[in-house]
């Protein structure tokens, strides 16, 4: 997890997703799952989302009358030149006003559910993987992260696998929390900037309302020496472990632009120090579930 985008946690997830091999992998970043391009899974399942209504003309039945463009508060129905409502769906917030004032029998709108994102379920060669992605414009995200869980823990159990390892998104809004239930500890990922700073301090406030055992990896730490000891010295005032620093190294970003977990690229000059802090904290988390 990150308070702030953009610190490498992706990054760190498919490194450590490298190394740790009896688990189910799982991108939870739903507005914008990435995990996927450096592992490459190919799509075994596709299972489509829904959630919350959406209103639809049907129109042989609309009389042209405009009540329901009237009333709407979302400006999401127009008049067509044909006399016609159209719904804009990125606008309609699925409230049913128009259902309710519209005239005609039968009902020229109905609310009914749309697709508003996909879950995939991939087969890598790092094993599972559980990921969706979330339509533009489209809400519940905590909803879909949550089916996006459920989903990998049945993965999970139908391959007698005791660990899930998810790729969070950044933030502490309702995905966030959606992500956090459950599970058992957290890696946080910083970077020496005062937005990342600031961002983290709010994250591990939600982490303490959860309880959750948590440590921290600093990425790019020599990009600012003095950020860096400040973040050290204020996870050392927590109690909060800094399991590892990761060195700004353009061999990294070659490798991501590559589409290549840079732990598993031997074009990565940090590749060993990957691989290690990977193992690290999968040992360390092991020790605390057990």
Not at 1 to 23: F, N, Q, R, Y
Not at 205 to 227: A, G
Not at 251 to 276: A, K, M
Request: charged share 25%; proline share 4%.
């Amino acid at each position: 997890m990150s308070g702030k985008g953009g610190t490498g946690k992706t990054m760190l997830a498919s490194c450590i997703a490298g190394v740790w091999k009896d688990k189910v992998s799982c991108d939870a970043d739903v507005d914008a799952a990435n995990l996927g391009i450096l592992l490459r899974g190919e799509v075994k399942k596709r299972i489509p989302f829904s959630a919350g209504m959406k209103a639809e003309v049907i129109p042989e039945f609309c009389t042209g009358c405009a009540r329901c463009a009237e009333s709407c508060r979302f400006n999401s129905i127009i008049m067509t030149d044909n006399g016609i409502a159209e719904i804009e769906e990125l606008k309609c917030e699925g409230c049913g006003l128009c259902h309710l004032v519209c005239p005609t029998e039968p009902n020229a709108i109905i609310m009914r559910r749309f697709v508003t994102g996909e879950i995939t379920i991939c087969e890598t060669p790092w094993g599972h993987m559980v990921t969706a992605m979330l339509k533009p414009g489209a809400e519940a995200s905590g909803k879909l992260v949550t089916e996006v869980r459920e989903n990998a823990e049945n993965v999970a159990s139908e391959n007698n696998l005791n660990s899930i390892l998810i790729d969070g998104s950044p933030g502490i809004g309702c995905p966030v929390n959606a992500t956090l239930t459950g599970t058992k500890g957290v890696v946080l990922v910083v970077e020496p900037s005062r937005s990342s700073k600031h961002d983290l301090e709010r994250i591990i406030e939600l982490l303490d309302f959860f309880n959750l055992p948590r440590c921290v990896v600093i990425n790019r730490y020599d990009l600012s020496h003095k950020l860096t000891e400040e973040i050290e010295e204020m996870c050392e005032e927590r109690g909060i472990t800094v399991v590892g620093k990761i060195p700004f190294d353009r061999t990294i970003t070659e490798s991501i632009v590559s589409g290549h977990i840079p732990s598993q690229d031997s074009n990565c000059s940090q590749r060993d120090l990957l691989n290690e802090l990977s193992k690290r904290v999968i040992s360390d988390f092991k020790e605390v579930i057990l």
